[in-house]
């Protein structure tokens, strides 16, 4: 076993630094996959290649392994490779020192708070005997064991302790092959055969010191509904601010938390006296002292006009969140929404966002925030029957890895019931801090109170992800090995996510794709048996042949190649003229509500620069990579 498992560098953006050899041609094109038209053949390099200046191995000198290359020749066993798809290119390499990467499918850690941590194995064989084991949970936990002792056994790697948070410090875990596995109780598991893609180490920090926790800092946002009735809700929320305020300012803690407060109401279009949509009435600032929130935040009032409607632009507010607030510098970031009614949907022409609540809960995600969410179950909701509907919304919305969904109800809706609520939550979250800082604070929290099992997994997720970044963790080099996509021992709790690296392009590609089927089943909606007809007429017009889009009678190939065989289930990719008219107006309409939300997160994804990495020494913007969330698939 290599020393130790965690201890390897990953890939950051800028690659290899070795030089193009010289004499090779530029802008070239790369040789196709068997049977595709847009999808490129790539190779990873094994350990021991070697990189020669022609066909017949002149030249030949060490080049990394784990390397992605694109295959622009093939002759006398050899690869003629380049890590562009416009050239340069950059050698021979010998084809049985290489692996075909046919998928762009990548593995990336979730958070290992509330979950064990994941085990790369060395045979297919032993990973899928411990997945269908009556005992995996103990099996799993004896192989972690052991693997920590000196005693590695068939585990290849561990995952590391720390979070290794691909968004932040990129790395590429490839996926082979993904293999289901149905277990006899619970989800069923995908096996996956990955393979390590290291690089230099980076000139990354030196690893934090002991004392890195004290340095830990966390801001709460509260993302207030302002509308009529809501005023004793922020009069209580203001009061809990205060409150915790004056108890930990004069507290060595006071340096490691702040506050911030968003508030939002609805569309101005059709009732301009709400005043404004979002309205940012403080962010955290640890420029300033602690209580600097309270002025700040002392003049917040709820609309003295009505909405248009019971449900609010909730999203709005937490897209105001999401852009407003320097998240980068807190650790601990944590957002709370309160309100009494559901949130608009993408669909809805009074939506200024146009998000859906999975689209609203990706982006949260890449900048690692834990969105909670208090519902006040007020008897105006229950009479507007918007209670069962909100619900649905927010659980989905406050999906937090292992500690599921951060959602809150509060029973009767009254500002009596709801003041312990937002107390409990924010005191709970401060308390946690405290203790990660090792900073205690006398008084914080009621002799014998409970924790939270909710907030201490997200406290524990925000330590994890803090360190990860502090002392720059790295993926392990794993070289060839199996793993899961889900906890052995919990298989509800997810070790991996399975991603695809689309570049720039292919994601524009597939939006133009999608932006196609929107345009062509809005003008259908009054004529749906047209639907297919002007598909054909739209994609025929930028096809390279024409005549192929004919004869495709589902969807799922107009899409785009690199999402072909992908272990997920897309809501349009098997859709005919038959279905689609089968379905009626209503599904089609969600289905195209769907699309129109993929499109505004797509939007979301291109406008973040800090989103997109370069592999090797590629300055082209389009062939700039970002690793797609399946979840975030059409």
């Known amino acids: 076993m ?17 030089t193009v050899p010289h004499g090779f ?14 999808l490129y053949q790539r190779i990873i390099t094994r350990p021991g290649a070697m990189v020669a200046t022609d066909a017949k191995g002149t030249g030949a000198k060490p080049v990394d392994g784990f390397e992605v290359f694109y295959v622009f020749s093939r002759e006398n066993g050899r690869v003629l490779v380049g890590r562009g798809m416009a050239g340069p ?19 990336a850690f979730t958070n290992p708070a509330g979950r064990s941590r994941a085990l790369f194995l060395d045979t297919a064989e032993h990973e899928q005997a411990m997945l269908t084991a009556n005992d995996s949970a ?3 936990d004896h192989l972690l064991s052991s693997a920590l002792s000196g005693k590695p056994g068939s585990v290849v790697a561990l995952e590391p302790e720390n979070y290794v948070d691909i968004t932040k410090n990129f790395y590429l875990l490839p996926i082979l092959e993904a293999t289901t596995i149905d277990r006899e109780s619970g989800p069923s598991v995908h096996m996956l055969h ?8 980076s000139e990354g920090r030196p690893p934090a010191s002991p004392e890195a926790l004290r340095k830990f800092r966390a801001a709460l946002v509260f993302v207030i509904d302002t509308t009529a009735s809501m005023q004793p809700y922020i009069d209580q929320t203001r009061a809990a601010i205060g409150d915790i305020v004056h108890t930990v300012q004069n507290t060595a803690v006071s340096q490691n938390f702040r506050f ?14 709400l005043e404004y949509t979002t309205k940012v009435y403080a962010t955290p600032d640890l420029a300033q002292p602690i209580d600097a929130v309270l002025p700040a935040i002392a003049g917040v009032r709820d609309a003295q006009v009505s909405s248009s409607s019971f449900d609010e632009d909730a999203v709005a507010g937490v897209r105001a969140a999401i852009d407003n607030i320097k998240w980068d510098q807190f650790g601990g970031r944590y957002m709370v929404l309160i309100t009494d009614a559901g949130a608009r949907g993408s669909e809805d022409p009074h939506s200024v966002t146009h998000l859906g609540i999975e689209e609203a809960r990706q982006l949260a995600a890449t900048k690692g925030i834990a969105l909670f969410v208090v519902h006040l179950l007020t008897p105006a909701g229950d009479a507007a029957h918007d209670h069962a509907h909100a619900a649905s919304q927010y659980r989905a919305l406050s999906k937090f890895g292992t500690a599921g969904s951060l959602y809150y109800p509060v029973a009767g809706g009254s500002p009596e019931a709801f003041r312990p609520v937002v107390q409990s939550l924010s005191t709970s979250l401060l308390q946690q801090v405290a203790d990660t800082t090792g900073r205690p604070v006398a008084g914080l ?6 924790v939270d099992p909710k907030t201490a997994v997200v406290s524990q997720a925000m330590r994890l992800a803090y360190l990860g970044r502090e002392q720059n963790t790295a993926a392990p080099d794993v070289v060839e090995s199996y793993t899961a996509d889900r906890d052995p021992a919990d298989a509800l709790h997810k070790a991996l996510d399975i991603r695809v690296l689309l570049t720039r392009n292919q994601l524009s590609d597939l939006a133009a794709s999608l932006k196609n089927i929107l345009d062509a089943g809005i003008a259908g909606r009054t004529t749906p048996e047209t639907f297919f007809t002007q598909l054909q007429s739209a994609f025929a017009a930028t096809a ?39 379905m009626g107006a209503i599904a089609q309409r969600t289905i195209l509500n769907n699309i129109e939300s993929r499109l505004r997160l797509y939007e979301e994804y291109e406008a973040r620069p800090d989103l997109w990495v370069h592999l090797g020494h590629s300055e082209d913007q389009g062939e700039a990579v970002y690793p797609v969330p399946l979840e975030a698939l059409p």
């Open 2 to 18: 290599r020393k130790p498992f965690w201890l390897i560098a990953c890939l950051l953006a800028g690659g290899m630094s070795q």
């Open 544 to 582: 390279r042949n024409p005549s192929e889009i004919r004869h495709i009678d589902k969807l799922g190939p107009l899409l785009g190649e690199y999402l072909d065989g992908l272990p997920y289930k897309s809501d349009i990719a098997s859709i005919t003229q038959d279905s689609w008219l089968a």
């Open 194 to 201: 990955v393979i390590s893609a290291p690089s230099v180490p």
């Open 260 to 273: 911030g407060l968003i508030a939002y109401r609805d569309s101005l279009a059709d009732t301009p006296g």
């Open 25 to 38: 041609a530029a802008d070239l094109t790369p040789l196709l996959q068997p049977g595709k038209h847009s």
């Open 138 to 140: 103990q099996q799993a």
């Open 89 to 107: 290119t950059f050698g021979w390499i010998e084809e049985s020192h290489t692996i075909a990467w046919s998928h762009a499918m990548i593995a």
């Open 445 to 450: 929290t009621p002799e014998g109170m409970k």
